[in-house]
């Protein structure tokens, strides 16, 4: 999946973990020192087991590098998105508050989920998001937006 260093994501020309881990601290610092927020969205891809379980292995990178496009292409610019695992994405929205957050969500939501639909019956994508306040660190947003994923991706 990675380049072997963890820098880019090979499959999807994503950042990869290694990135990411580096983004955040580097935003992380930026929040804190100027106050300003920015917000982590971690999307989890849900009921690709099955799709690889029927296709075979080699079916599902490629669904997964659909979404990871479909994830992309909805960020803004100045946003960092990263594949985190093999079924799961994270987006850095610098300048971003949890409200504006939301919206981001509820876009990207729609045409995530589509793209997972086309690739296997009953599959979605899940959300979890936070954001930096005085509050709370970036770090801390970031476990808390993967607390809030577990809860959205439970099933209905």
Known sequence: MADGRGWHDAETGLFGPRAWDAIVGTESARCARYHRTATIVVVDLVGFGELESVWGADVAPR????IGSVV???ARLSDYVA???PRRFAILLPETDEIAAVNFVERIRQRCTEAARQAAAGARCAFGWADATKERTLLEAA???VDRLSTDAEPD
Do not use: F, K, M, Q
Request: hydrophobic share 40%; no cysteine.
């Open 72 to 74: 992309r292409s909805s």
């Open 63 to 66: 669904e997964v590098t659909a």
């Open 83 to 85: 594949r985190l695992g």
């Open 143 to 145: 476990d808390l937006a």
